[in-house]
């Protein structure tokens, strides 16, 4: 278990005449249950493809996403946001994003007998298979994503933006020129267009295949997913 931070800047906002203070930092094993507690199931009740598969209903595929998730924290690679003033609690971790390191010969699996689990896995497969990021960025690892949240009560205070831009110094770290993540909704989108990502694929909400399991997507969070990705020079 890793469990050394990496400190990545420290930020300030306003809200409601209050002003917020925040860093940018590495989790580690210490900080899973926290994160999971306070932001990751209403990352699996919000996020578009894990609301419209309804995967909060199932109990196991709950557990794998946590033991996914655990894992990626533990190996030191999860970034989040943790308030450093007493205007909350101090230290409360406000914005997560898991990230990881997928190498060109390891494709990234659930490895699970789960349908749910199986079947996000193949549709985020469709989507960033053909962008080919590592032939046109000619990598052989960069930094991946599965998640990112900002708690309910801080949207809108720019601390999605942080995180997103953090992964270049987190990249940095790890000896990594490039990120790529599959965004599903428009404001993920959004945030990653302003840093500079560029879209490597995509697929239209009407060519996501769920399969046989009853879904719904939220149309009024997006229209399609894409799989877009940054190249630092």
């Given amino acids: 278990m890793n469990s050394t931070t990496r400190n990545f800047g420290s930020f300030e906002f306003d809200k409601n005449g209050v002003r917020f203070k925040y860093r940018i930092q ?18 699996l ?7 419209a598969m309804n995967i ?48 060109k010969d390891e494709d990234f699996s659930w490895a699970s007998s789960n349908k749910m689990c199986r079947q996000m896995s193949k549709v985020l497969s469709e989507v960033s298979r053909p962008g080919n990021i590592f032939e046109k ?16 009560d801080f949207a809108g205070s720019g601390i999605g933006y942080r995180l997103l831009e953090s992964r270049q110094k987190l990249c940095k770290c790890l000896g990594l020129s490039a990120t790529g993540t599959v965004f599903t909704g428009y404001i993920s989108q959004h945030l990653a267009t302003k840093l500079g990502f560029e879209v490597l694929s ?32």
């Fill in 26 to 43: 590495t989790a580690t094993g210490d900080h899973f249950d926290e994160i999971f507690e306070q932001l990751g199931y209403d990352f």
């Fill in 45 to 51: 009740k919000q996020e578009r493809l894990n609301a």
């Fill in 56 to 103: 909060i209903s199932d109990f196991e595929a709950v557990e794998i996403h946590k033991s996914v998730w655990r894992d990626m924290v533990c190996n030191g690679t999860t970034l989040i946001a943790l308030v450093e003033n007493d205007c909350v609690e101090q230290g409360k971790i406000i914005g997560f994003n898991f990230t990881y390191v997928e190498k």
């Fill in 137 to 152: 960025y000619n990598v052989d690892r960069y930094l991946a994503a599965f998640g990112l949240m900002v708690h309910v």
């Fill in 202 to 233: 995509s697929l239209d909400d009407e060519h996501i295949d769920f399969g046989d399991i009853e879904s719904h997507l939220d149309d009024t969070k997006g229209k399609d997913i894409k799989f877009m990705a940054l190249r630092y020079t």
